[in-house]
């Protein structure tokens, strides 16, 4: 499934959320992760996940 397709479905249900959507187009104001464009939060992120992850490997997560 194309990333238009899944845009254009998420926007439809979104609709019947908010009907009344800015026309402003979203955009990707942080680069695209799926092209591994990613900010240094993700980094952040993943650091802590190992930390908790390495706490207790014995833990069911």
Do not use: C
């Not at 955009?27 to 993943?46: E, V």
């Amino acid at each position: 499934m194309s990333e238009d397709t899944l845009r254009e479905r998420w926007l439809e249900e979104l609709s019947k959320t908010i009907p009344e959507l800015p026309a402003k187009n979203f955009g990707k104001k942080y680069g695209s992760g799926r092209d591994g464009d990613h900010t240094p939060d993700l980094n952040q992120a993943l650091e802590i996940l190992a930390e908790v992850y390495e706490s207790d490997k014995d833990a069911v997560w």
